[in-house]
């Protein structure tokens, strides 16, 4: 579904405060960066006796991307307004197997060579509170962009965020659309595993959160969000934070989930919960990570799983989510993970991460009890100082396994590099 009349509107008003406002704030505090990112991924499956074949596929991309950003002209009555743009490019230079990666755009059986992403958001802010229309990159617990392959799932929307009562951030939000990593236009919403958006809603989704500190150590939240005629969730949530010594910390966290079917139910009845509990140990350049994580609910049979958008988007507020999810009926799962950072040993800007995830007791009817698990090596390099500052190197591996699917070997390279005008 493309939307020309909004982004018509959006260049228009940001051509007009770019010529009304070029000696203002709005010019001097900007921030333009032009981000690099070669990309390379390699998934293979192994077949099981008696199981279908999954083909496997690789991919290697090179992407751009214009980040700019403005800062703020005052319009008068403590009003102010700025834009934002958001282009991104991305092409291929070599692809393994015919068969949709997720990737890059897939029409006619086969994956286009190249994918272009152009989006801009209006802003407006007064005092504390900000609101944005547009172009959005969400990072909330009900809808989150996806930064995991080569271009970033994006939102089209209005974004409402206040600071104005102390130690309280209050949340007002709209989602018409979703552009999804290996799209180039704007869908309306669906359900996954129905990443096609051949069955979604054109009402949007609707959003309202609240986050508290309560002390320095002690926050909480509460969002809702409502796709409509989807599902409805309610998500609360608390974290507390302190250090333990000289140089230990220690970051702890509760949250909850709650999902229902919403409105004219077009993927059926929803019933789905779930908890997870994480905690984070750094002392000096060594950290741990603990996650638990349990589903609970009869999800529904079109909703099989944890209910998030159509698109592959990413729920990182539940401990347990990877390549693997861990998010099926009744599904239990833990994980531990450890960073090592080599800055001590006189390697500034290089860590290392391993993690390994397992989950069992998934309901699947009939058949025997369900068991997964995952296990992720991840080096990530930045160049520290010099002319090669802020040159970034990452790469991960992947190994998932099931007892009622295909396991995969995943590798992703990544090589990337912001220049900053």
């Not at 949007?204 to 926050?219: E, H, L, N, R, S």
């Not at 995952?374 to 002319?387: A, C, L, S, T, W």
């Amino acid at each position: 579904m493309h939307r020309h009349n909004l982004w018509i509107a959006l260049f228009a008003a940001t051509a007009t405060l770019g010529t009304t406002a070029t000696q203002a704030d709005f010019i001097d505090d900007s921030n333009v960066q032009l981000k690099f990112k070669n990309f390379y991924l390699d998934r293979e499956y192994a077949h099981e006796a008696g199981r279908s074949v999954t083909p496997g596929y690789g991919n290697w991309t090179q992407a751009v991307t214009l980040d700019a950003k403005s800062g703020y002209h005052d319009i008068g009555a403590g009003i102010q307004v700025g834009a934002d743009l958001l282009a991104q490019y991305a092409i291929g230079l070599k692809s393994r197997g015919e068969v949709n990666d997720i990737h890059m755009p897939y029409s006619n059986q086969k994956t286009e060579r190249d994918n272009a992403k152009l989006g801009a958001t209006l802003k407006v802010k007064v005092s504390e509170t900000e609101l944005k229309v547009g172009d959005l990159l969400p990072m909330s617990p009900v809808v989150f962009f996806d930064p995991s392959r080569q271009l970033l799932t994006t939102y089209s929307g209005a974004w409402l965020e206040s600071k104005d009562i102390q130690n309280t951030k209050l949340t007002l939000a709209y989602i018409e659309g979703i552009n999804a990593r290996y799209d180039n236009q704007y869908q309306d919403l669906s359900l996954f595993p129905n990443n096609d958006f051949t069955n979604t809603t054109d009402d949007g989704m609707y959003i309202a959160g609240v986050d508290y500190q309560f002390t320095p150590k002690v926050g909480g939240s509460y969002w809702y969000a409502d796709v409509t005629n989807i599902y409805q969730q309610h998500y609360v949530a608390a974290n507390y934070k302190t250090t333990v010594g000289e140089k230990t910390k220690l970051d702890t966290h509760v949250r909850y989930f709650d999902n229902s079917e919403s409105g004219d139910k077009l993927y059926g009845n929803i019933d789905s919960q779930a908890v997870s509990a994480g905690a984070k140990i750094n002392h000096g350049m060594h950290t741990v990570q603990l996650g638990y994580q349990q589903m609970f609910g009869e999800h529904g049979t079109g909703a099989p799983m944890f209910p998030t958008l159509g698109g592959w988007v990413p729920q990182p507020y539940l401990d347990n989510w990877s390549v693997a999810s861990f998010i099926r009926k009744d599904e239990r799962s833990w994980s531990l993970g450890y960073t090592y950072n080599f800055a001590e040993v006189g390697i500034p800007g290089l860590t290392t991460t391993i993690r390994h995830f397992r989950g069992d007791n998934i309901d699947r009817g009939d058949a025997p009890e369900g068991k997964e698990n995952e296990n992720n090596v991840i080096v990530n390099y930045v160049v520290p100082e010099g002319k090669l500052k802020g040159l970034g190197f990452n790469y991960m591996f992947i190994d998932t396994n099931y007892n009622f699917g295909n396991d995969l070997e995943e590798h992703r390279v990544a090589t990337t590099y912001t220049y900053k005008f």
